[in-house]
């Protein structure tokens, strides 16, 4: 047993803030029988050398049997669902193919990664049509982390995210391959994507039926794309991979008998410090690495993961080696530069809900640049959210093309799970979180709201990454050519095309 502190709650400041609008869908608990977890498959490289990394990443259309009956029309990378697991080694260059085999257009943005903006980071200005590929190029430098891949076609992110666009990818390094964590992929250390769905009339599901401006909700959990999931245990620690891949839905996060689970890792990387807890709350695209220990427990035995009062997933217990492992209370040190003497502090103002989100007063322009910072300078961004405390949302605040410390909340310290690197962070109504961030790449990249209609619906900004010895100009997309491509796609005119967020 660690000396640790063992918090016992979910740190926000009221643990309920997306029940906060009419809107609100519950979750229900599947009536279907349970079935095996997926794991998705390790997507194999087409080619790795010494130094480099070549992989295909292509979007596609498929169908799944999710429930009993009809098949599910679902999309997803190299998959039909989701996806398979994208693995970098860092340190190593990648080289992908990124391949639309989908009737409309879309992007392929890598969440978390550090890398050129606004093309390899794969935004709104990034989009590969039908039927065509591209290929980006990129040194994969930062730690090892759990980062994923979604689409990111700003007008119609939300849907296609929906049909299924996002995976994990999973960053590798030499340092955490030698902490004392589970490692075996599929076996002790696994993802879990955390979304939710509601099907309609023969299994389908039906984005515009269910469109709420502050987020599309469905009563139905969906772990890694399975209903009433479960997993069979076959260690004593189990390491979850968890990403909240939800559009909107924030999961309150606890086992049964509220075992005791540690988180070793956030959104960027390992921790600095494990932190051990009962009960964890992600917002929407925030990851969290636990490991669960059961000891405690024998073959037969069934664990139960919830969110509030619902499973979501079931472990089942069957014989394990026992395991001693313990780990330290140290993990790895973090960056922590010191903030550039004389830098502005940046302001993001999040602010509304439903169809009156906006960022400092302003809905995005992707031609449009909001803010800008000098690479390698390190400054402060304040992110507000000025909904009222008792009735609005939390805004899970994302910026593209870094790893920020979360320095305060209304000047109090972060909460004790944030003191790793992260992209995205859960803002309560009412509060201002102080980021410190710097940049390693040039480019135009975005910051937003991550509930995806926040985020389609214009509660999104652009910022430039600059260096003064070489201004550059960047080819920025427009709506208008956005709008023309995916009416053309769609075989109806642009009047006619209705995009829920974008009807101006
Ligand atoms: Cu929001």
């Known amino acids: 047993m660690s000396n640790r502190k063992v918090y016992t709650d979910y740190f926000f400041d009221e643990p309920a803030y997306n029940t906060h609008d009419g809107g609100y869908v519950p979750l229900v608990e599947p009536t279907t029988p349970q079935q095996p977890l997926r794991i998705p498959e390790l997507l194999k490289p087409d080619k790795e050398t010494a130094s480099d990394m070549y992989y295909t990443v292509t979007a596609q259309a498929g169908e799944v049997q999710l429930l009993p009956g009809a098949k599910t029309e679902t999309w997803g990378f190299n998959a039909p669902l989701l996806g398979k697991t994208i693995l970098f080694k860092n340190g190593k260059t990648i080289h992908i193919t990124l391949k639309n085999d989908l009737p409309e257009l879309t992007t392929f943005h890598w969440h978390g990664l550090n890398v050129p903006g606004p093309v390899t980071d794969g935004g709104c200005h990034a989009p590969v049509y039908p039927g065509e590929s591209t290929e980006i190029q990129f040194k994969c430098h930062q730690p090892a982390a759990t980062l994923w891949l979604h689409a990111h076609p700003c007008p119609s992110t939300a849907e296609q995210v929906w049909k299924g666009?996002?995976?994990?990818?999973?960053?590798?390094?030499?340092?955490?391959?030698?902490?004392?964590?589970?490692?075996?992929?599929?076996i002790d250390d696994i993802p879990l994507i955390l979304q939710d769905r509601r099907f309609h009339e023969n299994n389908q599901w039906d984005y515009l039926a269910d469109y709420d401006p502050d987020g599309v909700q469905g009563p139905t959990p969906l772990i890694n794309g399975t209903v009433n999931p479960y997993f069979d245990v076959t260690t004593q620690r189990l390491r979850l991979r968890l990403l909240d891949g939800a559009n909107r839905r924030e999961w309150r996060?606890?086992?049964?008998?509220?075992?005791?689970?540690?988180?070793?890792?956030?959104?960027?990387?390992?921790?600095?410090?494990?932190?051990?807890?009962?009960?964890?709350?992600?917002?929407?695209?925030?990851?969290?690495e636990v490991i669960v220990d059961f000891s405690g427990y024998k073959p037969g035995d069934v664990v139960t993961l919830y969110s509030d009062d619902i499973p979501i997933a079931h472990f089942r217990i069957h014989e394990f080696a026992p395991d001693h492992t313990k780990l330290p209370n140290h993990l790895v040190d973090i960056p922590d530069p010191e903030v550039t003497a004389n830098a502005p502090v940046h302001?993001?103002?999040?602010?509304?809900?439903?169809?009156?989100?906006?960022?400092?007063?302003?809905?995005?322009?992707?031609?449009?640049?909001?803010?800008?910072?000098?690479?390698?300078?390190?400054?402060?961004?304040?992110?507000?959210?000025?909904?009222?405390?008792?009735?609005?949302?939390?805004?899970?605040?994302?910026?593209?093309?870094?790893q920020f410390r979360v320095i305060s909340r209304n000047g109090h310290a972060p909460y004790p799970n944030e003191n790793g690197l992260k992209d995205t962070v859960g803002v309560n109504p009412g509060e201002t979180v102080r980021l410190k961030v710097w940049f390693e790449?040039?480019?135009?990249?975005?910051?937003?709201?991550?509930?995806?209609?926040?985020?389609?619906?214009?509660?999104?900004?652009?910022?430039?990454?600059?260096?003064?010895?070489?201004?550059?100009?960047?080819?920025?997309?427009?709506?208008?050519?956005?709008?023309?491509?995916?009416?053309?796609?769609?075989?109806?005119?642009?009047?006619?095309?209705?995009?829920?967020?974008?009807?101006?």
């Open 347 to 402: 302001q993001v103002v999040m602010s509304g809900m439903d169809e009156e989100v906006m960022i400092n007063n302003q809905k995005f322009d992707m031609q449009r640049i909001d803010d800008r910072q000098q690479v390698g300078k390190v400054e402060y961004w304040d992110i507000s959210n000025t909904n009222d405390k008792a009735s609005g949302m939390v805004h899970p605040y994302h910026m593209h093309g870094t």
């Open 441 to 504: 790449h040039l480019g135009v990249y975005m910051n937003h709201c991550h509930i995806i209609e926040h985020e389609d619906g214009g509660m999104m900004a652009q910022f430039e990454v600059y260096d003064p010895d070489h201004p550059k100009k960047y080819q920025l997309m427009d709506m208008t050519t956005l709008m023309n491509a995916f009416a053309k796609e769609r075989g109806v005119k642009v009047s006619d095309l209705h995009i829920p967020g974008m009807d101006m």
């Open 165 to 186: 666009l996002a995976t994990m990818v999973v960053v590798k390094d030499a340092v955490e391959d030698k902490l004392p964590f589970p490692h075996h992929y599929g």
């Open 253 to 288: 996060l606890h086992f049964s008998n509220d075992l005791k689970f540690t988180q070793i890792a956030s959104d960027g990387g390992v921790l600095p410090e494990p932190v051990d807890f009962t009960h964890l709350m992600l917002t929407c695209a925030e990851r969290a």
